[in-house]
């Protein structure tokens, strides 16, 4: 049988270019012919942040369109929104009767707030929902659900991966083997991507550099990034230089030997550099700055990919679910 595939991103905000080759592009790569993919907008994962539905449907549009942009190919994937299969909450729930409640007090985002709450001499559990801190088992019926195999994803959602294979053979320990125990698969270019400002790059932070807007716009943010005053004549540190660290993500060994060059030599300003990084990127994305353009005049085609796309996965949903039904006595 084919490995399965799976990830999903939290539906708040738009991704950026540190999303994008960080977590969409790697995982696009990983899902080859050779493999069935399932690649979902975690949009019920969204609630616990973001109660507002214009941004959901905001977000979830800008994260489909760039999911699209970067190659994904929805016909031969499964590519749903996470609330069109509610299936997951009644495998939610089952989970939750085999998950530890002391492993879930060891989340990383539960444990975080916890700690703001102690350090303000706030109640321990102010601001803490049950979506907030059972996050973790709905994240385990997301990819238990479809049989998956491999996880792509950034380091900080490596627990959740582990708790994930935790309620599962806590679950197999009680009533039986019944699902496939998956397998993170790290995605080291969720490397630190440093924004226009130099702090890590996020939309929160107002510092990202978004590879679909306009030529204008994006030559725009490029500019706006921060550097140092060295003046034009003098050698530069590319070590410390935000543009050059954001140019190294796109660029090949030799583009970035050059750079370094032109750096150390002088005589270059940090203007010809921001001009070189807007040119690389234009260059580069050209391909899926085009599919953008082609799904923004046809937003209606999102939505039917999605709507195929949920078939698909529901088919699956539904066959796991039923075995699970069964094993637990329903
Ligand atoms: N929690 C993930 C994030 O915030 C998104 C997510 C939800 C996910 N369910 C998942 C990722 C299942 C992988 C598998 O990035």
Redesign the pocket.
Known sequence: MKKRI?????TTGTPHIGNYLGAIKPALKLAGPETESFFFL?DY?ALIKQTDASLIEASVKNIALAWLSAGLDSEHSNFYRQSDIPEVHELTWILSCSAAKGLLNRAHAYKAVVAENEASNADDDKAISMGLFSYPVL?AA??LLYDANI?P?GKD?LQ?IEMTRDVASRFHAKIGKTFVIPEAEIQHQTMYVPGTNGGKMSKSQNNIINLFLPDKQLRKQIMSIATDSTPMEDSKDWKSCNCFAIFTLVADEQQIADMKDKYERGDYGYGHAKQALFELLIDKFSTERTRYNHYMNNLSEIDEALAIGAEKAKVVADTVLKRVRTKVGY
Not at 6 to 10: A, R, S, V
């Open positions: 799976l990830t999903g991103i939290t975690a994962h994240m997301d990819i996880i994803v959602q959740h």
